[in-house]
């Protein structure tokens, strides 16, 4: 399975674009790349997925490199709201062992100052 | 509102003792799953269930136990073989664990912290 690699922190200034950062190098071609987000002591909350095209919606982008090896988060105008733990993560391929599972890693601890 | 419950939101169980966590959903998502999150670590798979009636363990199913006997209701027993149970653990939905649409757009509940004292 493909496995990620982000930045453990980030900080950003209120306002300001955040972009996290996310390296997923043996992604395949059937593999999407999912994020989600996770406030202290809440459960996660999907935010955005995408295959190869870029993404938007209504909380926040999501560029793939043309490689797809690697892909940006860019939340437009960050908040305080925002600060929280930033899961980047690739889907298991359709058959393998661990099909129907998302694993989370440790993600990117974003925090948003004023 | 549909939706994804966990209860209760604190737990304290004594050594020794079983303690069941419930996860009910309303939103006829096929799959559901349990994970364990420790104080600054990711999450980790305990078990997870695509249909009613049938589920598989995840990476750390040792000491727990689940049933899905209904689609709405994923129980999570937490068994006196757990040795360190004190944990966060989330309850999950999707609605098809098959990627028939790419979908892995998880619901998950507030979760639940158990304490073992």
């Known amino acids: 399975d493909a496995k990620t690699t982000q930045p453990p922190s980030m900080d950003c200034a209120e306002g300001r674009a955040a972009n996290l950062p996310c390296n997923h190098s043996?992604?395949?071609?059937?593999?999407?790349v999912y994020w989600y987000r996770q406030i202290h002591s809440q459960g996660p909350q999907y935010i955005i997925h995408g295959l190869k095209n870029n993404e938007t919606n209504e909380m926040a982008s999501l560029i793939i490199t043309e490689d797809r090896k690697s892909s940006t988060l860019i939340l437009p105008h960050a908040t305080l709201r925002d600060t929280a733990v930033y899961y980047c993560i690739v889907s298991p391929p359709t058959g393998g062992t661990s099909y129907g599972k998302l694993t989370f890693g440790q993600g990117t601890i974003l925090t948003v100052h004023p | 509102d549909g939706g994804i419950t966990q209860s209760p939101k604190y737990l304290f169980r004594k050594e020794g003792q079983n303690v069941t966590l419930s996860c009910e959903q309303n939103l006829n998502h096929d799959a559901m799953y349990w994970y364990r999150q420790d104080p600054g670590q990711g999450l980790r798979l305990i078990y997870y269930?695509?249909?009613?009636?049938?589920?598989q363990k995840g990476d750390i199913a040792e000491g727990y136990s689940v049933s899905r006997e209904k689609k709405e209701s994923f129980p999570l027993t937490v068994t006196s073989a757990q040795k360190n149970p004190t944990a966060f653990y989330l309850c999950?939905?999707?609605?098809?664990?098959?990627?028939?649409?790419?979908?892995?757009?998880?619901?998950f509940g507030s979760g639940t912290r158990l304490t073992v004292v």
């Open positions: 999950a939905s999707s609605i098809d664990s098959l990627l028939r649409t790419g979908n892995y757009g998880y619901t």
């Open positions: 043996t992604i395949s071609g059937n593999e999407y």
């Open positions: 269930s695509q249909i009613v009636n049938d589920f």
